[in-house]
C-alpha cells in the first residue's frame, strides 16, 4: 500500500504560529516537495533540482503540470526558525490564498549559526535568527519560492526581519547532491541575537521554546512582572497584547542582551518592507 506522506501521518502537522511552546516546529527531514497537506519525498540526483524526480517525474515536470513556476522561476530561502517548518510554511501560505506547494531541502552551510532574535514576535515567542560563526556548519532548509509566496513570505518576516542575499562562495551553500548555490535569500534580526549573558556570545537557538523562555523568566526580574510566572503565561499574555511584546523587546535591549550582528550588513538587500 502507499505510504501516507499526509503532515499528520509523518507527525510535522503542528503550526508553531498557533501553538507557540512548539517553535520552532519540525523542520522537513529530507528534500521534498510540500503540496499543502503532504509531503512528497524529493529524489537526489547529481542533477539541477528541477531534475530531481518526485514520484517517478522531474520536479519542474510536476510544477508544470500543476501550472506552477519551475525551478528557474523561484526564489532559494533559508530558514533559520520556523520556515523550516512544512506545517508552519503552508499555513502562511494558505491563510492568504497562495499555492502550498514549495519545494524544500535542506542544505549545508558554512559560517551561519542560528541565534534567538532580540524581539517578541506576534504569536507569543522568541523567535530564531541567523548569527555569523565562523566555525559552523549548519544544515538548513531551503525553500524554492515563486514571486507571489515570496512576497507573502517577506510580508510575514517584517518589520522584525530584513531580507540579505547570502552568497553560495561565501558560506559554501551545498546541496545534497553536491552542487553548490548561487546564493540564498535569508531574514536577519533588525535587532540582532540574545547575547547568553554569562559569555557575551549569542545564545543558541533552536531548542525547545519552554526552555529558552523559562532561562530568560530566571534571568530578569522584570521579564518575571512583565510575562511571568511560566512559559506558558509567557506566550499567552505577550500573544494577546502588542504592548507587551514591545515592552518584552525593550527589557532585552535594557538587560543589555542585544547583540547585533554588523556581519551581516554588506549582504543586505534591504527589501523586506519595501
Given at each position: 500500500m502507499p505510504q501516507d506522506r499526509s503532515l499528520a501521518a509523518l507527525g510535522?502537522?503542528?503550526?508553531?504560529?498557533?501553538?507557540?511552546?512548539?517553535?520552532?516546529?519540525?523542520?522537513?527531514?529530507g528534500p521534498s516537495l510540500l503540496t499543502g497537506e503532504e509531503l512528497l519525498p524529493l529524489g537526489v540526483r547529481p542533477l539541477p533540482?528541477?531534475?530531481?524526480?518526485v514520484a517517478g517525474r522531474p520536479l519542474d515536470e510536476v510544477l508544470a503540470g500543476r501550472g506552477l513556476a519551475s525551478i528557474g522561476g523561484r526564489h532559494p530561502v533559508m530558514a533559520v526558525g520556523s520556515n523550516a517548518s512544512?506545517?508552519?510554511?503552508?499555513?502562511?501560505?494558505?491563510?492568504?490564498?497562495?499555492?502550498?506547494?514549495?519545494?524544500?531541502?535542506?542544505?549545508?552551510?558554512?559560517?551561519?549559526?542560528?541565534?534567538?532574535?532580540?524581539?517578541?514576535g506576534r504569536a507569543g515567542y522568541?523567535?530564531?535568527?541567523?548569527?555569523?560563526?565562523p566555525?559552523?556548519?549548519?544544515?538548513?532548509?531551503?525553500?524554492w519560492l515563486d514571486q507571489d509566496q515570496f512576497r507573502a513570505v517577506d510580508e510575514t518576516e517584517f518589520p522584525n526581519y530584513r531580507r540579505a542575499l547570502i552568497?553560495?562562495?561565501?558560506?559554501?551553500?551545498?546541496?545534497?547532491?553536491?552542487?553548490?548555490?548561487?546564493?540564498?535569500?535569508?531574514?536577519?534580526?533588525?535587532?540582532?541575537?540574545?547575547?547568553?549573558?554569562?559569555?557575551?556570545?549569542?545564545?543558541?537557538?533552536?531548542?525547545?521554546?519552554a526552555t529558552l523562555l523559562a532561562s530568560l523568566l530566571d534571568a530578569s526580574p522584570r521579564l518575571r512582572d512583565?510575562?511571568?510566572?511560566?512559559?506558558?503565561?509567557?506566550?499567552?499574555?505577550?500573544?494577546?497584547?502588542?504592548?507587551?511584546?514591545?515592552?518584552?523587546?525593550?527589557?532585552?535591549?535594557?538587560?543589555?542582551?542585544?547583540?547585533?550582528?554588523p556581519g551581516l550588513s554588506p549582504y543586505g538587500d534591504g527589501a523586506v518592507g519595501l
Open positions: 510535522l502537522d503542528v503550526v508553531p504560529a498557533l501553538h507557540p511552546l512548539t517553535y520552532p516546529g519540525r523542520p522537513v527531514p533540482l528541477g531534475q530531481w524526480h512544512p506545517a508552519q510554511v503552508a499555513y502562511k501560505l494558505l491563510r492568504r490564498g497562495l499555492s502550498p506547494v514549495v519545494p524544500m531541502v535542506p542544505v549545508r552551510v558554512r559560517g551561519i549559526a542560528v541565534g534567538c532574535s532580540a524581539h517578541i522568541v523567535a530564531a535568527a541567523p548569527c555569523l560563526d566555525a559552523a556548519e549548519t544544515s538548513l532548509v531551503v525553500s552568497p553560495g562562495d561565501d558560506f559554501g551553500l551545498t546541496m545534497p547532491s553536491g552542487e553548490r548555490l548561487d546564493g540564498a535569500s535569508l531574514y536577519v534580526g533588525v535587532r540582532g541575537v540574545l547575547a547568553d549573558p554569562g559569555t557575551g556570545l549569542p545564545r543558541p537557538g533552536g531548542g525547545h521554546q512583565l510575562l511571568g510566572p511560566c512559559p506558558a503565561s509567557w506566550v499567552r499574555k505577550a500573544a494577546a497584547e502588542r504592548a507587551v511584546r514591545e515592552s518584552g523587546t525593550r527589557i532585552f535591549a535594557e538587560e543589555g542582551w542585544d547583540l547585533r550582528q
